[in-house]
């Protein structure tokens, strides 16, 4: 019989064993510096634990956790102003204003864990399920009881070991999908790109451009984002404040902890028109794959100057400009994603009710409080 894996569980960076980034190689966001951002500038309802998986004594992986605290958003999002949202938002403040989350609720796909190739998957998952039972303890004691446990998020082929962990009593669920951009080898540079597209997205792809003349993008450095936190937050907060739904809205030196830490493997573009900054996005080069991260923009002039669209665009052409193999575009905006030439993925997630009852009818309430987002697939290529 396999010896089944032990677990510790820290709240520090700063405790954490000092092999644990040979376990973060291929993923920035389980590494101790991306852990030591969440920890300097996490959302101000977010509290983050870092769990060891240890086998014989040795370090075998690594897991990070959320708990989110629901009661200290002012709002989830002001965008759906109707019956629905009330009965949403009271359900929520009342039945499930706990989430408990092993992975990141900040970002889309799977940077729960990653463990060493000798380990075994449903032994991870089986420390994981006793690692969620500890903190749910801890944060009892701290008077929060945990409403819902979460593992999330995981493509289709990554869910077959959940069942034979002894997941069978949660709710598999799955939301909007990842929207991810694959790079053919033999694009090297933006033209080849615009080259694959067809008539009608090429003529898309220069409206777009030529709406954005005047517009200056500039790369900006820490001191920068420093000079112009204030409006960077402001950009950010409109955006945020008027998507469907929010669990956690980002602190202002959320953008500065980042530069600081991870450097020149963050990228922040601001956008200027006359000398006033209109929008931003922000990107992280992660191993061969570039990570799209938050963005904001002046409504007004986005509309004018197809702003986001631009945005996305500059994306494509710097990964494919430095030889990345993919861009995770990440969910939202999905219509506008594909007419670039992104592709869905679907995510699933593992959720439990901690109360019996209220679990029994888990299953038709998130579904009426996460309907499915109906769009249509674009082909933008040859």
């Known amino acids: 019989m396999k010896t089944p894996l032990s677990i510790e569980i820290y709240s520090s960076v700063s405790e954490l064993p000092e092999n644990w980034n040979d376990f973060a190689i291929e993923n920035i966001f389980l590494s101790k510096e991306y852990l030591e951002i969440l920890e300097k500038s996490a959302p101000i309802n977010m509290f983050c634990h870092f769990i060891g998986l240890f086998k014989e004594g040795e370090l075998a992986g690594i897991t990070l956790s959320q708990f989110l605290d629901l009661n200290k958003l002012e709002s989830f999002g002001e965008r759906d102003k109707c019956l629905k949202n009330a009965i949403r938002n009271t359900f929520l403040k009342n039945l499930c204003s706990h ?189 061969e794959v570039m990570d799209t991260y938050f963005l904001g923009y002046d409504d007004s002039i986005q509309r004018e100057k197809m702003l986001y669209l631009n945005m996305l665009y500059d994306m494509v052409a710097y990964s494919i400009n430095q030889g990345f193999k993919e861009i995770i575009f990440a969910r939202t905006a999905l219509e506008i994603k594909s007419s670039i030439g992104a592709k869905p993925q679907e995510m699933y997630g593992f959720a439990q009710h901690s109360n019996p009852i209220a679990d029994l009818a888990f299953e038709k309430v998130f579904c009426y409080l996460e309907p499915k987002v109906e769009w249509k697939e674009r082909n933008p290529f040859k």
């Open 99 to 287: 989430i408990l989350i092993i992975g990141n609720n900040m970002l889309t796909g799977q940077n729960a864990f990653a463990f060493s190739d000798k380990t075994d998957e449903v032994q991870v998952l089986q420390a994981l399920k006793t690692a969620s039972e500890k903190l749910k303890s801890i944060f009892k004691r701290k008077g929060l009881k945990v409403h819902i446990t979460t593992f999330k998020d995981f493509p289709l082929e990554e869910t077959t070991a959940f069942p034979k962990a002894g997941f069978q009593n949660y709710f598999q669920f799955s939301t909007q999908p990842n929207m991810l951009f694959d790079i053919p080898n033999h694009w090297k540079q933006e033209q080849d790109y615009i080259d694959a597209l067809t008539k009608k997205y090429r003529d898309q792809y220069k409206r777009a451009r030529k709406k954005a003349e005047g517009v200056e993008k500039r790369k900006m450095e820490l001191e920068d984002i420093i000079k112009y936190e204030q409006t960077i937050y402001d950009l950010y907060f409109h955006v945020a404040k008027n998507a469907h739904f929010n669990t956690f809205f980002l602190t202002k030196n959320h953008f500065r902890i980042f530069k600081e830490l991870l450097k020149d493997k963050f990228l922040f573009y601001g956008y200027f028109l006359d000398e006033k900054l209109i929008g931003f996005n922000t990107i992280i080069k992660n191993g």
